[in-house]
C-alpha cells in the first residue's frame, strides 16, 4: 500500500521539481523568447528525456517532453503548453494549459508556491471529469491529495501487469489524502466510490460487470506499522472470479488492524454476504509465508444461500452440483501454526434433495466439535433420508474423532422393513488423501417394498446380503471378499467390486456377478415375461460400466443344473420370439401349436460379450447358421434360434422394452 502512495508523491513531487527549475532559471527582467533545455530527470519508475521550454514574450509557455516513460507507459514529444505563465510573488500560476501526449490531450491548469513548495495541480480530461492534486513537499514532510470526480478507471490499464485483471469501463468518485516523512507513510485517509465497473483478465477467470461500491480508509502510523480502519461495500453488479460467481451485490466487509512491509493483520472483521449471513474474523497474513493465523465464527448462517454461492461451484464435477438446501448452520474455525487446530459446526433441520432425484435428507441435526489435539466425539441425527428412492428411517451417527481419525462402531440404520447394520467404520487421512473402510449385513428387506420405492417391476421374495468389507483409498471403492446376496430363491455373489470416484459425475465401476439356482417363476412374473418354470444360472464376468452405463462384460444366462419342472408358457414363448420380428411370432399362430399353453423344454441358454457397444451373441447350442436359445423337451417340445450374432446393444435394449428384435430370427418348430 505504502509504495502505491510513494508513487503518487513522486508524481507530484518531480512536477514540483520541474516547476522549481524553471522558476530559478528565468531572468526577472523581461527579453526576448527565452529557450531553456533540460538532457533528463529520472526518478523512480519515471524517466523525462530531451525537455525543452520556450518562453515567449507573450506570456506564452511551452513545454516539450522528447520521450517519457511514466510507470511502464511511453510517450513520444509530450507537450505542455500555457496560454498566461504568470511569475510573481514566488508562484507559478498557469490558469489555462493544455496537456497532448501521443492521442492524449487534456485541459489542466496548475500553481506552484517555491516558498512552501505547495503543487495545486488541476487536470479536466472532459467536461464530466476531473481531477485535483495538492501536494506539499517539505524537507522531510510531505503531503498529497487527490480528488476527483467521475475519473474514468481505463485510463490506469496499461499501469496494470498483464497478468491482473484490467478495467475497461467504469468511473471512481471520491477523497484521497497521503502524508509522510522521508520514505515513510503516516497517515492516509480515502473515500472512493466506483460505478459501472468492468474488468477482465487475459483467460476470462476473473471478470466483473455493472459493478460499483464504496471503499473508506483509514490508517496512522503506529511504531513500524500502519494501524488501519476500512469498509467495504459492494452495492451491485457481477463478480466472476472462478470459480465463484457473484449474480448480485448487497454484500459488505468491515474491519480493522495492521499493516507494515511483512503482514497484514487484522484484528477485528465483519462479513456480510447477501441471502447467507455474517461472520466474523480476525487473521494474520504474512507476505513471504501467505496465512498464519486465523479465528473464525459465524451463526445461524442460511444453508440454502451459502451452497448457492460459496460450496456449488467447487462441487461442479461431483454429485452434489444440483442440491436444493434449506435449513440453519452454525461454525467456528481456528487455524495456527500452518494447520486447522478446531473446528465446530452446528447444522439445524438441514435439508438436502438431489435435483435429479438420486438421495435426499431431511432433519439433519448435529454437534460437531472437533480438534487437532484432542479426542471428541460428534453426534449427528438423520431424520429421514434416501437414496435412489429406497427410504431409510431415522437414526444416529455416534463418531469418534481424534485429529484426522474418525471412527463409528456400529450404526443401525433402518430401510423399509429390515436393517443396513454398519460396523467398524473408520476414516483417516494420509498424505492430504483420505481413506475409509466399514463392513455391515443387510437384514431381510421385503423385494416387493423395494421395488416399489424404486418405482421398479414389482418383485417378490426377500433380499439380504452380508459385506464382509469395503475399503476406499485413492479415489476407488473396492470390496475384499465378495457380497453375498439372496434373491429369487437363489443365491448372487458379487466379486471383485471396484467402483473409481463415486462421487463424480461419471463413475466407473467394474465387478464379477455371479448367480446360481434363481427361481425363474418368480423372475418372470416380475416381469410379466409369462410364465417359465425352472432355474437358472447367470454369470457376468469383467463387467466394466461408465457413469452406470455398460461398457463391456462376458454375460451368460443358462439352465441350472438338476431335476426340476421345465416349462415355459405359449406368451413367454411369443416374447422370445418376438425377438426376431413378427413373422416369427406368428409361425405359432399358424400350426397346430396354438392348442397348447404351454411347452416342455430342455434348455434355456443367452450370452452375450459386449465390446464397443456390439454384443456378440450365442446360446445354449451352435448351428451352422446361427445358435439356439431354447432348446425343446418333452411333448409338445419348442425350439428357438437366433442367427445373427452381432447386435448393436442400444438397439438390444430398446428391443428388449418392446420385446422385440429384429435382428435376431427365431425359427419355431
Known amino acids: 500500500m505504502s509504495s502505491s502512495y510513494k508513487c503518487l508523491a513522486r508524481i ?8 522549481a527549475l524553471f522558476f530559478v532559471s528565468f531572468p526577472a527582467a523581461p527579453v526576448s523568447d527565452i529557450a531553456l533545455t533540460v538532457d533528463d530527470i529520472v526518478a523512480p519508475s519515471i524517466s523525462l528525456t530531451n525537455i525543452a521550454v520556450t518562453l515567449s514574450l507573450d506570456g506564452k509557455t511551452a513545454i516539450t517532453i522528447g520521450k517519457s516513460n511514466v510507470f511502464g507507459q511511453s510517450f513520444k514529444n509530450a507537450v505542455v503548453t500555457c496560454a498566461a505563465l504568470d511569475f510573481s510573488n514566488g508562484m507559478i500560476h498557469c490558469p489555462r494549459g493544455k496537456l497532448v501526449a501521443g492521442e492524449t490531450s487534456t485541459d489542466l491548469g496548475f500553481t ?10 488541476s487536470i479536466t480530461p472532459s467536461p ?3 481531477w485535483q492534486i495538492t501536494g506539499r513537499f517539505g524537507t522531510t514532510e510531505w503531503q498529497t491529495e487527490v480528488i476527483v470526480a467521475e475519473g474514468q478507471l481505463a485510463r490506469f490499464a496499461s499501469l496494470i501487469p498483464t497478468s491482473y485483471p484490467r478495467p475497461s469501463k467504469g468511473s471512481v468518485t471520491g477523497r484521497l489524502s497521503v502524508s509522510g516523512r522521508g520514505g515513510q507513510v503516516f497517515r492516509v485517509v480515502g473515500d472512493l466510490r466506483v460505478s459501472n465497473v468492468v474488468f477482465s483478465d487475459t483467460p476470462g477467470l476473473h471478470a466483473a460487470d455493472k459493478l460499483a461500491g464504496s471503499l473508506r480508509l483509514t490508517a496512522d502510523r503506529a511504531g513500524t506499522a500502519l494501524s488501519w480502519h476500512t469498509t467495504l461495500t459492494w452495492g451491485s453488479g457481477e463478480i466472476f472470479w472462478a470459480p465463484l460467481y457473484f449474480s448480485s451485490g448487497g454484500h459488505s466487509l468491515e474491519a480493522h488492524g495492521k499493516w507494515d512491509d511483512d503482514f497484514l493483520q487484522v484484528d477485528k472483521g465483519t462479513i456480510q454476504l447477501a441471502n447467507v449471513g455474517e461472520g466474523r474474523f480476525s487473521a494474520k497474513w504474512s507476505f513471504k509465508g501467505g496465512l498464519s493465523a486465523l479465528n473464525a465464527d459465524a451463526t445461524n448462517l442460511n444453508t440454502s444461500g451459502l451452497y448457492t454461492l460459496l460450496l456449488k461451484p467447487f462441487l461442479e464435477k461431483t454429485a452434489f452440483d444440483q442440491l436444493a438446501v434449506s435449513g440453519k448452520l452454525n461454525a467456528a474455525v481456528v487455524y495456527a501454526n500452518k494447520a486447522m487446530q478446531r473446528l465446530d459446526i452446528a447444522l439445524s433441520d438441514i435439508t438436502l434433495a438431489d435435483a435429479q432425484g438420486r438421495f435426499g435428507v431431511e432433519k439433519l441435526n448435529a454437534t460437531i466439535p472437533w480438534r487437532a489435539d484432542a479426542e471428541t466425539q460428534a453426534d ?3 431424520g429421514a433420508a434416501k437414496l435412489l428412492g429406497i427410504p431409510f428411517g431415522a437414526f444416529q451417527v455416534p463418531v469418534k474423532m481424534h485429529a484426522f481419525d474418525f471412527t463409528v462402531d456400529e450404526l443401525t440404520v ?3 422393513d429390515g436393517k443396513l447394520l454398519v460396523k467398524d467404520l473408520r476414516a483417516t487421512q494420509e498424505k492430504e488423501n483420505w481413506r475409509w473402510q466399514f463392513s455391515g449385513v443387510l437384514l431381510p428387506v421385503s423385494m416387493e417394498a423395494i421395488t416399489k420405492a424404486m418405482d421398479a417391476p414389482i418383485m417378490r421374495g426377500v433380499l439380504s446380503a452380508t459385506i464382509p468389507r469395503v475399503s476406499y483409498a485413492n479415489g476407488t471403492m473396492r470390496l475384499d471378499g465378495g457380497i453375498g446376496i439372496r434373491i429369487f430363491d437363489g443365491d448372487v455373489a458379487i466379486t471383485q467390486l471396484s467402483l473409481a470416484e463415486p462421487l463424480g459425475r461419471a463413475p466407473r465401476l467394474s465387478a464379477d456377478v455371479q448367480m446360481r439356482n434363481l427361481d425363474l417363476g418368480m423372475l418372470t412374473s416380475t416381469f410379466k415375461f409369462g410364465s417359465i418354470e425352472g432355474r437358472i444360472d447367470a454369470d457376468v464376468q469383467n463387467l466394466e460400466l461408465s ?9 451368460r444366462v443358462e439352465s441350472s443344473e438338476g431335476n426340476y419342472r421345465k416349462k415355459i408358457s405359449q406368451q413367454a414363448v411369443q416374447n422370445i420370439s418376438a425377438l426376431g420380428g413378427a413373422g416369427a411370432a406368428a409361425a405359432i399362430q399358424r400350426s397346430f401349436l396354438r392348442f397348447f399353453e404351454e411347452f416342455g423344454y430342455q434348455k434355456i441358454g443367452l ?3 459386449l465390446r464397443n457397444s456390439v454384443c ?3 446360446g445354449v447350442e451352435s448351428t451352422p447358421q446361427g445358435y439356439i436359445i431354447v432348446k425343446g423337451g418333452g411333448i409338445p417340445a419348442i425350439t428357438v434360434k437366433g442367427y445373427n450374432r452381432n447386435v448393436g446393444w442400444d438397439e438390444l435394449l430398446a428391443r428388449l422394452a418392446r420385446i422385440t428384435q429384429g435382428n435376431v430370427q427365431p425359427v419355431i418348430q
Not at 507530484?12 to 516547476?19: E, I, N, R, T
Not at 506552484?112 to 495541480?121: E, I
Open 12 to 19: 507530484a513531487c518531480l512536477f514540483s521539481s520541474l516547476l
Open 112 to 121: 506552484y508556491v517555491t516558498a512552501t513548495k505547495r503543487l495545486d495541480l
Open 128 to 130: 464530466q471529469e476531473h
Open 380 to 382: 449427528i441425527r438423520f
Open 414 to 416: 433402518p430401510m423399509l
Open 547 to 555: 457413469n452406470w452405463k455398460p461398457v463391456t462384460f462376458n454375460a
Open 607 to 609: 450370452a452375450c460379450k
Open 616 to 618: 456378440e451373441m450365442s
